[in-house]
């Protein structure tokens, strides 16, 4: 069975840092794009940023760029997501995602609250 496990999420004060991480099982992690998406009550789905397969190449939104940080660990299964300087607009929950062309698969989320 396919799984993305996310994990590391918790409560932070404003200026605080949590890392994240999402073991992936079940198919070739290494040919899969991986991303972290985030989705606060109320709002839509955000994409919050992205990791390539094929060169490691990263993308980040201007709501996290500068304090957001994806990693991945091929031979772990493993993806991350640093995020410092967190605000209490980063209240949500995380998703990881990943995607292979038209074949893609959600891991559950984890919930970070940032409290002011």
């Known amino acids: 069975d396919v799984q993305l496990q996310a994990s590391g999420g918790g409560l932070v004060q404003a200026g605080g840092s949590l890392r994240l991480s999402c073991a992936a099982s079940?198919?070739?992690?290494?040919?899969?794009?991986i991303g972290w998406f985030r989705q606060a009550p109320g709002k839509e789905r955000e994409g919050v940023s992205c990791i390539s397969s094929s060169d490691g190449s990263t993308y980040y939104p201007d709501s996290v760029k500068g304090r957001f940080t994806i990693s991945r660990e091929n031979a772990k299964d493993t993806v991350y997501l640093q995020m410092n300087s967190l605000k209490p607009e980063d209240t949500a929950v995380y998703y990881c995602?990943?995607?292979?062309?038209?074949?893609?698969?959600w891991g559950k989320g984890t919930q970070v609250t940032v409290s002011s």
């Open positions: 079940g198919f070739t992690f290494g040919d899969y794009n």
């Open positions: 995602h990943a995607q292979d062309g038209p074949v893609d698969y």
